[in-house]
Each structure stands twice: as C-alpha cells, then as structure tokens.
C-alpha cells in the first residue's frame, strides 16, 4: 500500500468512529469527536503530492529540451547539407548522409512530444492546485472542531448540537478524502498522457516498432519491471557483443514478443550479459510464458519468499536483490527453468527461495567469498556481517548491479538524513540496498531497499516476505517500525 492509499485509508477509518459515534452521554460523545478530528488532523497533515510549482518546473524543463532539440535538429539539417558529395563522394560519403537524415527524423520527433508531456505537466499542475485547495478547506473545517464549547446547554441540548458537530466533521473528513482522490486521478491520468505522448518518440534500430519507451522501461507503478536504470545504460553495450545472428535473433523476439512486458525481460535478459544457448532458452521460454507468468517474474511480495530461519534475513535480502538484478535467476526461481542448462529444477518456488538463502548464509559466513578471496569467518548464529553483505553485492555474479562495487556505509544517529538521501538517489538509480536495522544498542535485522517515491523508501523485509513503506521522517527520526526494529544502523550502498 502506497502513502496515498494508506492515508486514504486511515482518513476512513476516522470517518468511520465519527459516523458510528453514540451521542449519549453527550460529554463523552464531546471527547470522542475532538479525539477523532485530532486524529484526522494529524493524518491529513501533509496535503496531496505532487507540489503544483515543482510540476510547474518540470513543465518548463520539458519546454527547454523541446526548444534545444529543435536546435539539434537544426544543426543536423545543416551538417547534412554541408557534406554533400563534393565533399564525401563514395559509399562511405552517402551512408553517412544517409545516417545522418534518420537520426534527423528520428530526433524531430523528440520536440512535439516533449512538448505534449509540458502540456500535460501544466494540466496537471492546475488539477493538484484545485486539490491542495480542497485540502486545504478541509483542514480548516476539521480545526474549527479541534476544542468544542457548548456553554450553559441542557444535556438534551447538547445531543442536537453534537449532532449537528459530527454532520460538519463527516463532511470535512470527507472533502479531505475526495482532495486526495482528486489528486490521485488527476495524477493517473497525467501518468496516461506523458506515456502516450513519449512513445511516439522514434527509437533506435535495435528497438523495433511497438517497444514502447515508458511502459516497458523501468514500469511507470512502484519501480516494478525488470529494466532498471542500470540495465537500460547497459542495454546497447550488451546488444553491440552479439554476434550478428544473435543480434538479429533479439530482433526477431522483440518484434514477436506479445507485449510490452516480454520485450522489456528480453532486453533485460540482454542487458544482464546473457549470451549464446543461454539466452536463446531465455528467450523461448519467456514466449511460452502466460501475462500471469510474466507478471510474476518481477518477485512477488506476498509473503511468498520469506527467511527460511531466524538467523537469514540477510541472507534471504541478497537473494531478493540477485533475483531483481538478474532475469536468468529470477526466471529460474519462479519457474524452475535454468536458461544455461534447460534443465527443470522441480521443487517449487519457495522451496528454492529457502535452500538459495540458506546457501547464501553458507557463502557469506564462509572463510572466503563468491570470488574466492579471504572474509572474516561468521558464527552463523549471529546473522550476516555488513562487510560480507557488501562483498557478496560486489562479487561477480552476486547480487548487486554487475560490475557496481558496494560499501558499507555507518548510519549516524545525527546524520540520518543524508543516509536517507544517498539510499534514495541509489535505488533511483536501479541499486537494491541492504538495509540493517536495530534498537538503540545493536542491529537486529536486515531489510532490502528497492525502491524510493515522494520521500518514502519501499522495502522488502525478508521476515514477512512483503513490502513495507518507510517514510523520510521515521527512518530520520529512528521510529522505522520494520519487524519491531526502530533505528537504522547500516546501509550497504553503491561505491562512488
């Protein structure tokens, strides 16, 4: 559940106390409601995100890009034209005319779409501007009703003029609740429009028609999908070290593939450096696989993989964050398909999501790492050590972004902040973060950061096997609420 719909949320169940109040006795009756509106007040503090003028900006700095790509345009146009065949006669001298014409075409066709998502951008910003306005009102009429006075009222009296308070304060729960939803579709629809708009974008060659820019780059909900921004960086790298009938095998299944959702795994497939039989199994069998199957490659948070031990929540977090790195994993562990072998493992899902983690603890606690070199030996019973965390997310075929170097990185009871801001920009970036969390006195626990919006972290915490949002003020403040732990001890985070 996002902050939104957990605001919403909790809004309701105010409303809900306030409709259902018992007016008798009356002075009762009287605390209840300031207790409610109290409480309404404190959760409604925040008004609907995003901010009207930061969406105002950024309809601005889409208006700049239109305007300087425009100029490119220009620049390419006139390049063309100087280099004419006086100038570069030969094969050589009409394929870069040639090439320099379609990335022309494909280039202008950056400007009006930048411009529509500015238009959408502006729309939107007078939407949140309404709803903060909503918002607004609605606070109002709950801190009229903060302290209640009813002078010299007969009790009978009082009943009527409760009654009349609970009807104002239903309606302003109320216009708060509809302010956020407000701002929710309003959102929703902006989010419809801006993707609309950028997949008329024209792509490069080795992204056929169809692949679109937004839907299956990164997943616009939650950080979902299986490109993240690592993995798009490196797409074109991997795609160049084909062979060329490999390259034009990733053709042909991108071209074939059914959705957006299968050309965004093959291009991860892709851009995890996978190569030869392995990535053609990979291949095949993402196209077997239903838009459930797809779905559910990008793991599930239902509680379906959880530590199989109390002494594996580190453990269980790099497994997590390897299947998130690594499509050839994550289809193994979901399916029990291996691409390299084409073999079947036949145990289900959560079986090797347990023995995978447990392995881990083997490896982590182990005198060496992954890659052979010397590690501080770890009694097993005490969990995993930060630094073998780190070294294990640096390992080749580890469980961080391949090639990323991580480091353990000590959270300062004083300095929480810019812990918070350097674990945000990470996951923003496509990192995972192991995330150790304690008491006042030592570290207890450790949870995996996986995504980050709007001043909130999204977590995997392995002792439930789900996702919990963590918002800037508690991880700050050291009130996390992860598993009963409260204070953030330690991040393992990518090296810079």
Not at 435 to 446: A, C, E
Request: charged letters at 25%; aromatic letters at 6%.
């Amino acid at each position: 559940m996002g902050l939104l719909d957990d605001t919403v949320a909790r809004l309701r169940d105010v409303l809900s106390v306030v409709e259902d109040i018992d007016l008798w006795p009356p002075w009762d009756a009287a605390q209840t409601i300031v207790d409610a509106v109290a409480r309404a007040v404190e959760i409604a503090t925040q008004p609907p995100a995003p901010d009207p003028e930061d969406v105002r900006e950024a309809a601005s700095a889409w208006r700049r890009i239109a305007t300087s790509v425009d100029a490119g345009c220009d620049d390419l146009a006139t390049t063309r034209s100087k280099i004419d065949p006086t100038a570069w006669d030969g094969t050589s001298g009409d394929a870069f005319r040639s090439s320099m014409g379609r990335l022309r075409t494909r280039t202008a066709t950056v400007p009006p779409a930048a411009r529509e998502v500015a238009t959408v951008l502006d729309r939107l910003a007078t939407e949140m501007t309404e709803a903060r306005t909503r918002h607004q009102q609605a606070d109002d009429m709950l801190r009229d009703n903060l302290e209640l006075s009813w002078g010299d009222l007969w009790p009978w009296e009082l009943v009527d003029f409760l009654r009349g308070v609970v009807q104002g304060v239903v309606h302003a729960i109320t216009e708060a609740i509809a302010a956020y939803q407000d701002a929710a579709d309003a959102v929703a629809v902006a989010q419809a429009a801006i993707v609309a708009a950028m997949d008329e974008i024209d792509l490069p060659d080795e992204l056929p028609q169809g692949v679109s820019p937004v839907s299956a780059v990164n997943g616009w909900q939650d950080e979902d999908g299986p490109l993240s921004g690592y993995q798009l960086e490196h797409y074109d790298a991997a795609f160049d070290a084909l062979s060329p009938a490999e390259q034009q095998a990733v053709r042909d299944a991108l071209a074939a593939a059914r959705n957006d959702d299968e050309r965004a795994w093959i291009m991860a497939g892709v851009a995890s450096g996978l190569t030869g039989a392995a990535l053609a199994n990979y291949v095949a069998k993402l196209h077997s696989l239903s838009p459930a199957q797809l779905d559910d490659l990008d793991p599930p948070t239902d509680g379906s993989y959880s530590q199989p031990d109390q002494t594996t929540c580190g453990s269980s977090s790099l497994v997590m964050s390897r299947m998130l790195n690594d499509p050839a994993y994550a289809l193994w562990m979901e399916t029990g398909y291996d691409p390299a072998t084409g073999q079947t493992d036949p145990r289900t899902p959560e079986q090797r999501f347990a023995d995978e983690s447990l392995a881990m603890h083997d490896r982590t606690n182990a005198l060496h790492d992954r890659d052979g070199d010397l590690q501080l030996p770890w009694p097993e019973a005490a969990g995993t050590q930060p630094w073998a965390v780190a070294a294990e997310m640096s390992s080749e075929g580890g469980s961080g972004t391949p090639g990323q170097d991580y480091e353990v990185q000590t959270v300062a009871p004083g300095d929480r902040g810019d812990t918070y801001d350097t674990i945000a920009a990470s996951v923003e970036n496509g990192h995972n973060v192991p995330l150790y969390v304690g008491d006042t006195t030592r570290p207890g626990h450790v949870v995996l950061v996986t995504g980050s919006d709007a001043g909130s972290l999204t977590i995997y915490d392995p002792a439930s096997g789900q996702e919990q949002t963590i918002s800037r003020d508690d991880f700050t403040s050291g009130h996390l609420g992860v598993s009963g732990w409260d204070e953030p001890w330690f991040a393992v985070t990518p090296s810079s």
